[in-house]
């Protein structure tokens, strides 16, 4: 007899970050939890190289996404650039209401410019950024980056220093959950009590021995004058 062989089913996943529904191959619906994929934002963007990391997360009968990471093609950002002029980049690690996470702001200014200006732009926009990123939740910071809802404003502030030809976020992703964070402290804590309690039993039962072998002591000792007589 021949053995069927297993098929791989395509399962449906949410994005609700985009409201988008893509499909993935597996046996079962359980094998997709806790898997990495990328969605390419380009034809959402219209023509924006965008490419969008995505964690899958899989409860009981439904799959949906929560995002990681978002960064722009670096093959778009060289057709950006033009002679002439001057890029700012950076990259720095701050936290959200709900992350912490890493952006790299990647700006073009419209000539060249000085090494002071450059600088001046640099943490102007670490600046603005910190602050903008701060009381908001991880998933409205990646909502607002593809919707350019975090672009323009940063663009604007930046002209007054010196005119841009371009104000990108180059990438953005997360470091750490919070709530990861919370139950690593707990878990030690936990660790730590039962580490205390096991120490406790042990002085306990420490002398508990001591007197034992001490009652022992006198038993040998009158055994052995009986033996004598």
Not at 20 to 46: H, S
Not at 149 to 168: D, G, N, T, V
């Amino acid at each position: 007899m021949a053995i069927a062989k297993r098929k791989k089913k395509f399962f449906d996943v949410e994005i609700p970050l985009i409201n988008k529904i893509t499909q993935l191959q597996a046996y079962e619906l359980k094998e997709l939890d806790k898997k990495f994929i990328k969605y390419d934002l380009t034809r959402i963007l219209r023509g924006k190289n965008m490419m969008l990391q995505l964690r899958v997360v899989v409860d009981e009968d439904k799959a949906t996404t929560t995002p990681k990471g978002i960064r722009l093609i670096p093959s778009s950002l060289r057709r950006m650039i033009r002679k002439g002029t001057n890029y700012i980049e950076d990259s720095f690690s701050t936290n959200c209401k709900d992350a912490q996470i890493r952006i790299k702001p990647f700006l073009i200014a419209r000539k060249k410019v000085s090494r002071a200006v450059r600088k001046t732009l640099r943490q102007e926009a670490k600046n603005w950024l910190g602050d903008y990123v701060k009381n908001k939740p991880h998933k409205d910071v990646f909502s607002d980056i593809i919707g350019n809802r975090l672009q323009k404003p940063l663009s604007l502030k930046l002209k007054k220093i010196y005119p841009l030809a371009l104000c990108e976020i180059r990438m953005l992703k997360i470091e750490k959950l919070k709530e990861q964070e919370k139950l690593k402290v707990t878990l030690e804590k936990v660790k730590k009590k039962e580490e205390k309690v096991e120490e406790t039993k042990k002085a306990e039962e420490k002398p508990k021995e001591k007197v034992e072998k001490a009652e022992e002591k006198p038993k040998e000792e009158n055994k052995e004058e009986e033996k004598k007589k």
